[in-house]
C-alpha cells in the first residue's frame, strides 16, 4: 500500500543514497513525456528533507530542461533493488542551474563534477511516495558504465562547447539553455 509524506524522511535518505540508479520523468504542456534513467555513483543528492538535486551529464538531448523550464514538474523514482522491497517516488517542482548561473559553485559543492558536467537539477520536494516495490527484481550492481564520462573526457572543449551551444532546443522544439562552459577532468 502506497504511504504519502511531505518531505523526506531518514530512512527515505539512506535508500536513496544506496542506490546506483533513478529514474526521472518530466513532461510539458504538449509534446511527448519524458523519463529518463540515471546513473553514476553520487550523481544524485538529498540537500535537505525537501530538497534533492542530481548532476546532469551532456547526453543525446535536453529533455529535462526544456520541460522543467516550460512546466517545472518533475517526479524522480528511486528503486532498491535489494532488501527490503521499496519503491520511492519524489513529485516536486524543479529547476535547471547552469554554470553560469547565480549558485552555481554553492550548488556544485555537493558533488564531484565529472567531465561534460551540463548542470545541475535543483528539486523542490512537494511530496514523497513510498510503495512496496515487490514486484521489482532483486539485482546485483557492478560498477559504473564509464562510456558517457570517457566520452566527455575525450572531447575538444571547444568542439563540444560548439556542439552544445547549438542545441538549444528539445525534440518537441521547446526551448533550453546552452551551458556556457565546457567541464572536463
Same mark, same amino acid.
Given at each position: 500500500?502506497?504511504?504519502?509524506?511531505?518531505?523526506?524522511?531518514?530512512?527515505?535518505?539512506?535508500? &536513496?543514497?544506496?542506490?546506483?540508479?533513478?529514474?526521472? $520523468?518530466?513532461? %510539458? *504542456? !504538449? +509534446? =511527448? /513525456?519524458? @523519463?529518463?534513467?540515471?546513473?553514476?555513483?553520487?550523481?544524485?543528492?538529498?540537500?535537505?528533507?525537501?530538497?534533492?538535486?542530481?548532476?546532469? &551529464?551532456?547526453?543525446?538531448?535536453?529533455?529535462?530542461? $526544456?520541460?522543467? %523550464? *516550460? !512546466? +517545472? =514538474? /518533475?517526479? @524522480?523514482?528511486?528503486?532498491?533493488?535489494?532488501?527490503?522491497?521499496?519503491?520511492?517516488?519524489?513529485?516536486?517542482?524543479?529547476?535547471?542551474?547552469?554554470?553560469?548561473?547565480?549558485?552555481?559553485?554553492?550548488?556544485?559543492?555537493?558533488?564531484?563534477?565529472?567531465?561534460?558536467?551540463?548542470?545541475?537539477?535543483?528539486?523542490?520536494?512537494?511530496?514523497?511516495?513510498?510503495?512496496?516495490?515487490?514486484?521489482?527484481?532483486?539485482?546485483?550492481?557492478?560498477?559504473?558504465?564509464?562510456?558517457?564520462?570517457?566520452?566527455?573526457?575525450?572531447?575538444?572543449?571547444?568542439?563540444?562547447?560548439?556542439?552544445?551551444?547549438?542545441?538549444?532546443?528539445?525534440?518537441?522544439?521547446?526551448?533550453?539553455?546552452?551551458?556556457?562552459?565546457?567541464?572536463?577532468?
Amino acid at each position: 500500500m502506497a504511504e504519502f509524506f511531505d518531505a523526506l524522511k531518514d530512512d527515505h535518505i539512506v535508500m &536513496i543514497e544506496a542506490q546506483p540508479v533513478f529514474f526521472v $520523468a518530466t513532461a %510539458a *504542456a !504538449d +509534446g =511527448r /513525456i519524458n @523519463l529518463s534513467p540515471k546513473g553514476l555513483r553520487d550523481t544524485l543528492k538529498v540537500l535537505s528533507a525537501t530538497q534533492v538535486a542530481y548532476l546532469d &551529464i551532456a547526453g543525446s538531448g535536453n529533455e529535462t530542461h $526544456a520541460h522543467l %523550464a *516550460a !512546466d +517545472g =514538474r /518533475i517526479t @524522480l523514482m528511486v528503486c532498491n533493488f535489494q532488501q527490503p522491497a521499496l519503491i520511492l517516488r519524489i513529485y516536486g517542482r524543479g529547476r535547471a542551474v547552469l554554470p553560469q548561473d547565480d549558485g552555481w559553485n554553492d550548488l556544485a559543492s555537493n558533488f564531484t563534477l565529472l567531465p561534460g558536467t551540463r548542470q545541475i537539477f535543483v528539486i523542490d520536494v512537494e511530496s514523497v511516495q513510498t510503495s512496496c516495490g515487490w514486484g521489482v527484481p532483486m539485482m546485483t550492481y557492478a560498477d559504473d558504465r564509464q562510456t558517457l564520462v570517457k566520452y566527455h573526457r575525450q572531447s575538444d572543449p571547444h568542439e563540444w562547447e560548439a556542439k552544445y551551444a547549438a542545441r538549444t532546443s528539445s525534440i518537441d522544439g521547446l526551448p533550453t539553455r546552452a551551458t556556457d562552459r565546457f567541464i572536463g577532468g
